[in-house]
């Protein structure tokens, strides 16, 4: 069983650029975010494996990046340019497969933007 905890989030105004940051409690192929805004879907916002594959939504492509330290079994999530839209809770997710659906989740850490 791998536990993720995450750090970061809070209120930022729009346009600012928080960093999430996710230490999972052992080495695990694929580490990304995925975020639920209220009222829809859970979705994936960045993944990236042990090898360097990364993998984006095209909501966030250019405003974030996701960055990982393998030593440390951390993944990274600079987001910049933030949108009011782009308020949601902020989810750990980590699992043996670059596409498939993760098997370990965070507790989650709210992102608000204000405008």
């Known amino acids: 069983q791998v536990q993720l905890v995450e750090s970061g989030g809070g209120l930022v105004q729009a346009g600012g650029s928080p960093r999430l940051s996710c230490a999972a409690s052992?080495?695990?192929?694929?580490m990304g975010w995925h975020r639920q805004a209220p009222g829809k879907q859970r979705e994936l916002v960045a993944t990236i494996t042990r090898i360097g594959n990364i993998r984006y939504a095209e909501s966030v492509k250019g405003r974030f990046t996701i960055s990982r330290d393998n030593a440390k079994n951390t993944v990274y999530l600079e987001m910049n340019s933030l949108k009011p839209e782009d308020t949601a809770v902020y989810y750990c997710a980590a699992g043996p497969t670059f596409s498939g659906t993760p098997n370990y989740w965070g507790q989650g850490t709210q992102v608000t933007v204000s405008s």
């Open positions: 052992g080495s695990i192929f694929s």
